[in-house]
């Protein structure tokens, strides 16, 4: 199998294992039983498991905006954009295999002893701020708005993760509208 197609390989079954079991729990074995990848060739591809983890957050992260872009762009209206936000949030919640957040859970695991995984979940976090700045700046609402929608959707995920229920998108998404009011 060449590089790139044992590279996919081997973080689609990191995702998995990662994200479903937890990062510590899981071993380089267990990626290369899942993966089919040799363990010879996984430590050429990520020669140490944290550039593994750092990877598969990386790309998660590209698909992750990639899917909240794609939903909100549906909507017409700025306002209706940024509460868009909320309902993909709760979309994503009730998902069959929602274990929380991929970075948030990577960050509690690691953030204090890998460099690398804390990096990787400071620029995914800055993104989705960013990306809520945005989507407030071309509503032409206050720009303070975007740090309380940013906390409202950050909240919701941990809430969501530890109570493994969706509710919490849709009482984000009320406060929001009750913050885009008043601004």
């Not at 995920?157 to 406060?175: I, L, P, Q």
Request: some cysteine; hydrophobic content about 45%; aromatic content about 10%.
């Amino acid at each position: 199998m060449d590089r790139a197609v044992a590279r996919e390989r081997a973080l689609d079954a990191a995702e998995e294992l990662f994200y479903g079991r937890g990062v510590q729990s899981v071993g380089m074995d267990d990626v290369r039983g899942a993966s089919g990848v040799s363990l010879k060739r996984l430590y050429q591809l990520f020669p140490a498991k944290e550039q593994l983890v750092e990877a598969y957050l990386e790309r998660r992260d590209a698909r992750w905006r990639g899917r909240l872009a794609e939903y909100v762009e549906r909507h017409g209206e700025p306002e209706e954009r940024i509460l868009a936000v909320f309902d993909w949030l709760g979309e994503w919640f009730g998902e069959p295999d929602f274990r929380g957040c991929a970075w948030i859970n990577a960050y509690g695991e690691l953030g204090a002893t890998s460099a690398r995984v804390a990096a990787q979940v400071r620029a995914h976090k800055r993104a989705f701020r960013e990306y809520l700045d945005s989507l407030v700046g071309a509503a032409g609402l206050p720009a303070a708005l975007g740090g309380q929608l940013f906390l409202l959707a950050e909240g919701a995920m941990v809430t969501a993760g530890v109570t493994r229920s969706a509710g919490s998108a849709a009482e984000a998404r009320e406060a929001a509208r009750l913050l885009l009011r008043a601004g």
